[in-house]
């Protein structure tokens, strides 16, 4: 899988996590027989007693070994668990925020794909349409973001699972919607996983972008979408996390509020994401 570093204007490429049984459940007729139990709440929830045992710190050197994590970017302390080594925090400094007011910033680290919503409130991500209100499972008030932009931020395994609020705002109400947990990884292009999956919508009120509407998608083997319980907010600020496996957040935006960094979107036309940080600038208000 290749993907843009815009920080040394280079290609790489990444693997992904468990490629192969992933392979095997969305691309084989007998994987798929299994995948209506993969994709099950009941599995994620039971992976995620797993891995919160004492005994799953033993996954952790292996994990850090195989996914070459810097360490020296977290915390420095002894993990209670696996799932408590896969929400580490950040030692300070670690990540900047970008402070200029009128810039977008990245909620996480992950890869990055930007897309048009049409004017009848559609979008094409990877090769699926999804309406609006198939995303949101309602379609009340989303009239101002036709015309508007998209931004789908992909978390792998291996990157920092915590995620902030992209600017000063308040939170207008939160709801989740219930479902099941498809992996986000491009094996499953064939899925509708952004219907399908679970997920938390939230109806931001924000100082410099206006109206944005922030979801928190849940994926294979993930545990929880934990939120913080936050009203009003500050750029940068911590909004919550993702327990094991990779996840994705989108962000819907109204028409003229946000123009998009120019060679992300150049990537984003050739269907390439583009790695970005947690509180880095990815756009500019309008």
């Known amino acids: 899988m290749k993907i843009y570093d815009r920080r040394t204007t280079e290609y790489e490429e990444i693997a992904q996590y468990g490629q192969g049984a992933l392979n095997f459940l969305y691309g084989n007729f007998f994987g798929r027989v299994l995948l209506r139990l993969a994709v099950s709440p009941c599995i994620s929830r039971l992976y995620g007693r797993i891995n919160s045992g004492k005994r799953s710190v033993k996954r952790i050197p292996g994990f850090i070994s195989s996914y070459n994590i810097n360490m020296e970017e977290y915390e420095d302390r002894e993990y209670r668990s696996f799932n408590d080594f896969f929400a580490r925090k950040l030692r300070p400094g670690a990540r900047t925020i970008d402070t200029d007011r009128k810039r977008l910033i990245s909620p996480a680290d ?20 999804y309406s609006l209100p198939e995303l949101l499972a309602g379609d009340e008030g989303l009239s101002g973001y036709s015309g508007g932009l998209c931004l789908v931020y992909r978390l792998c395994v291996d990157d920092f699972h915590r995620y902030c609020f992209p600017d000063n705002g308040k939170l207008v109400s939160r709801r989740m919607i219930k479902g099941v947990f498809h992996t986000v990884s491009p094996v499953s292009k064939d899925v509708k996983v952004y219907k399908e999956n679970t997920r938390v919508v939230n109806y931001l009120s924000t100082e410099n972008f206006g109206k944005v509407i922030h979801i928190e998608v849940g994926a294979m083997l993930i545990g929880k979408i934990v939120n913080h319980d936050i009203v009003e907010f500050s750029k940068g600020e911590e909004k919550g996390y993702f327990e094991p496996g990779g996840s994705t957040i989108i962000e819907i935006f109204e028409k003229d509020s946000v123009r998009i960094d120019r060679d992300i979107l150049l990537q984003s036309k050739d269907h390439i994401e583009t790695k970005v940080k947690f509180g880095e600038g990815v756009g500019t208000a309008c």
């Open 110 to 129: 992950s890869k990055l794909l930007v897309y048009n919503i049409e004017d009848d409130l559609r979008i094409e991500v990877k090769g699926r349409t």
